[in-house]
């Protein structure tokens, strides 16, 4: 198997996965119904994934790719960074507060007491990988003079990242609130943003939509 076929049976078996634990949840999930769902042979299936962690750790880590890559475009040189933060809203919330990381973040929950993989992943990505990169963000605007010289990066990006998402994480996971669409995506990003830039000296009107 070339590895375009493989990267396509992996995303195949990944789906499957994900539909089994929306349906039955995290627990009565198990790697002989993923293979089952997936048309897979559990040689293929243990041989990829030790276990149904692993298997969800790898899909947590390529949601988070996405996130990642734009926040990496928005740093390199000739990227405005306020276009950058601009755009980085709607991107965050929706991989984090969307349905699939709703399920995502239930089965965290559930794993937490078993095993604690998922909930690793989960910080690895959001605080390990993304948090980060969002702080270089904040840096590039305060070097590009963009926001006020006595900010400081981490101070700004936990602004932004509370008022982004305010308490919905956890009403979503208690099921009081549901999943963002669109419409509350933009409300969110656009609130965010504004309020950042007026906190830390940037003038809103320089993103041009």
């Known amino acids: 198997m070339n590895e375009n076929d493989r990267s396509d049976r992996r995303a195949q078996i990944e789906a499957a996965a994900f539909d089994l634990l929306k349906e039955l949840g995290y627990r009565k999930t198990s790697m002989l119904l993923i293979a089952k769902r997936a048309q897979a042979s559990n040689q293929t299936l243990y041989a990829w994934y030790r276990n149904k962690q692993e298997l969800f750790r790898g ?9 990642r890559e734009q926040l990496e475009l928005g740093l390199r040189e000739g990227h405005d960074p306020l276009q950058a933060l601009a755009e ?3 991107t965050l919330l929706r991989f984090t507060t969307d349905q699939h990381a709703i399920i995502m973040n239930r089965a965290a929950v559930i794993d937490a007491a078993e095993t604690g993989v998922l909930a690793q992943a989960i910080d690895d990505v959001g605080r390990g990988s993304i948090y980060p990169l969002i702080c270089a963000l904040m840096a590039r605007l305060v ?6 010289p006595d900010v400081l ?3 700004a990006a936990q ?3 509370a008022l982004l998402f305010g308490e919905a994480q956890l009403r979503q996971a208690l099921g009081r609130m549901p999943p963002c669409d669109e419409t509350e995506i933009g409300r969110r990003s656009e609130r965010a943003f504004a309020l950042t830039c007026k906190l830390y000296g940037a003038a809103p009107g320089r993103h041009s939509s």
């Open 88 to 90: 980085l809203g709607p």
């Open 59 to 67: 899909i947590i880590e390529e949601n988070g790719r996405v996130v």
């Open 159 to 161: 602004t932004y990242v």
């Open 143 to 148: 070097q590009t003079q963009t926001f006020a």
């Open 153 to 155: 990066p981490d101070d």
